[in-house]
């Protein structure tokens, strides 16, 4: 055989390679990496020419191209081949990446939320300037049951789906002022916040811009029995303050199952923007 001295030992290319004897066998087992040269007694050798090729196997194979895959790829190698095969992969990591960019803003968004709801300060109406933001909405025209409210919902849910847009944030609902009487109120629409990075151009067309401002709100913990007294305190206090109320109320969950562990204890917000008479 060739001068063994220019080449390594299974067990030398293995440490140089941070891998185990045995995943160096299997590879040459299956035709995925195979030695440089065989000796005569069985023993395998590799060449230094190698480490690049196994660090680029390992590559792939840290980004999830399964073993069958790469065998493929050895058996046809080509530079056209290698190309498409990395440019599969890096639509693939793109599409990670974005996945993992959302996660991190849901997280973001909920610790947010969360810290929001464990300083809320309940039953109190307050003040709150609020920025600008986008919602996807859906209409609604149902009655005021439960059954009807959660298909409504439903529905929302997926319109947002097949619209493809994310929202972090628990799904809302609107109150027109004038559906409030002294019995009951009535919702208009459900709706989402979505973050404008996450609108393209031929989204605008379904989003709605609503518009900041200063707003009256109260936190309530009793999930939303108390919604409608809740209307009424804050058209009371808009009344005895001298404030127009300038848009429709928002109904927002604050705090929902994933902090507490009764539907009857969700923290809701009720919002309405104001301003003076």
């Known amino acids: 055989m060739k001068n063994s001295r220019n080449y390594f030992t299974t067990g030398e290319f293995a440490r140089i390679c941070g891998v185990k004897k045995q995943t160096l066998f299997h590879y040459d087992d299956i035709g995925i990496f195979r030695p ?41 190698r ?30 973001d968004t909920k610790i947010h939320l969360t810290r929001e709801g464990l300083h809320a ?13 986008y919602h996807i909405t859906t209409r609604y025209k149902g009655p005021d049951e439960d059954r009807d409210i959660m298909k409504a919902v439903s529905d929302h849910l997926n319109f947002r789906q097949e619209l493809e847009i994310p929202s972090c944030y628990a799904i809302g609902a609107i109150i027109p002022v004038d559906s409030v009487t002294e019995e009951n109120y009535l ?7 979505v973050d404008r990075e996450d609108l393209l151009p031929e989204d605008y067309e379904h989003a709605n811009l609503d518009t900041g401002g200063r707003y009256i709100c109260i936190y309530d913990d009793q999930g939303y029995q108390n919604i409608h007294g809740n209307c009424m305190k804050l058209m ?13 109320f928002y109904e927002e969950v604050i705090l929902d199952d994933l902090s507490v562990k009764d539907y009857n204890h969700y923290l809701v917000k009720l919002a309405v923007r104001v301003e003076r008479i």
């Open 36 to 76: 440089a040269i065989t000796g005569e007694n069985g023993y395998r050798y590799y060449s230094y020419t190698q480490i690049e090729t196994f660090s680029v196997l390992m590559a792939l194979k840290d980004l999830n191209v399964p073993l069958k895959e790469i065998k493929e790829h050895m058996e046809s």
């Open 78 to 107: 080509s530079p056209q081949a290698l190309i498409q095969l990395l440019e599969e992969r890096r639509s693939e990591i793109d599409e990670m990446i974005r996945k993992l960019q959302w996660s991190k803003k849901f997280i």
């Open 121 to 133: 300060p309940l039953g109190e109406i307050v003040f709150e300037d609020m920025e600008d933001e």
């Open 187 to 193: 919702y208009s629409h459900f709706y989402s916040v």
């Open 236 to 248: 009371d206090f808009a009344k005895e303050n001298g404030l127009h109320l300038t848009s429709d």
